[in-house]
């Protein structure tokens, strides 16, 4: 068994979530087609077997632990980048609705050929912005869970992710370990796009012991037609205080 096999699988029995080795074996073929195109455009600096099983694949899997999900969820990930969570999230609960979204028309390609290669059924990856697609009725208020990791800071994600959840659906911002100052400052933006802070919870991933975050946000009433704003605005004037 190589490394990615054996760090994964250990990772996943001590959080206690089940798997089987065709499961496995879809992580490990989304790994090596990650590897290919990493030489040919920037998809993650992290490529060592180990630490792809832990900072991207146990990492993303983290959210099993905090969020209970079931076969009926519509999820989306926000600034999807290579995959990460949607993809390993769709992979150990693959009755779920997952959309990909991400600005870069390059990382969609990819993403469309690792989707088509694990042969996963309920995927969409859609290249555009945040902002444009939260204000599609197509996509606005349309998801139970909205998801973003490694995109930017919560003030600005707020305003990515809240116009598409559903009201009573939860949006998941995945963390580094010190994000007090960051929640400090969304507090304005939760209350203006609709949202409400269910929980935050510290953690620690299995066998390295790195400290993370997830902020967990309820939405409770529909996000105002004024948001999201036009491209490039949240990200040069984020709903801070």
């Not at 290919?36 to 990492?59: Q, S, Y």
């Amino acid at each position: 068994m190589n490394e990615f096999y054996d760090f994964l699988s250990r990772g996943l029995e001590s959080m206690e979530i089940d798997f089987t080795s065709a499961q496995l074996d879809q992580c490990h073929k989304y790994y090596q087609i990650l590897l290919d195109w990493n030489r040919k455009m920037n998809l993650t600096a992290i490529v060592e077997e180990k630490e792809v099983a832990l900072k991207h694949f146990l990492d993303s899997l983290m959210v099993f632990k905090f969020i209970p999900m079931k076969g009926q969820d519509h999820l989306i990930d926000i600034g999807t980048g290579a995959g990460f969570p949607g993809l390993p999230l769709k992979i150990f609960s693959p009755k779920m609705e997952v959309v990909l979204l991400d600005s870069l028309a390059k990382r969609c390609s990819f993403l469309t050929e690792v989707v088509r290669e694990l042969g996963l059924k309920k995927v969409q990856v859609i290249h555009g912005r945040a902002e444009d697609y939260g204000r599609q009725e197509k996509y606005r208020e349309r998801f139970t869970l909205v998801t973003a990791r490694a995109v930017t800071s919560l003030p600005v994600l707020l305003e990515y992710c809240l116009p598409f959840s559903k009201i009573g659906g939860i949006f998941f911002a995945l963390k580094g370990p010190d994000i007090n100052e960051e929640i400090k400052k969304s507090m304005v933006g939760i209350d203006l796009l609709g949202g409400k802070i269910k929980d935050i919870k510290h953690y620690q991933l299995p066998i390295s012991g790195d400290d993370r975050s997830l902020v967990v946000i309820e939405k409770i009433k529909e996000t105002s037609n004024k948001y999201p704003r036009k491209a490039g605005t949240p990200e040069k004037h984020p709903l801070s205080r």
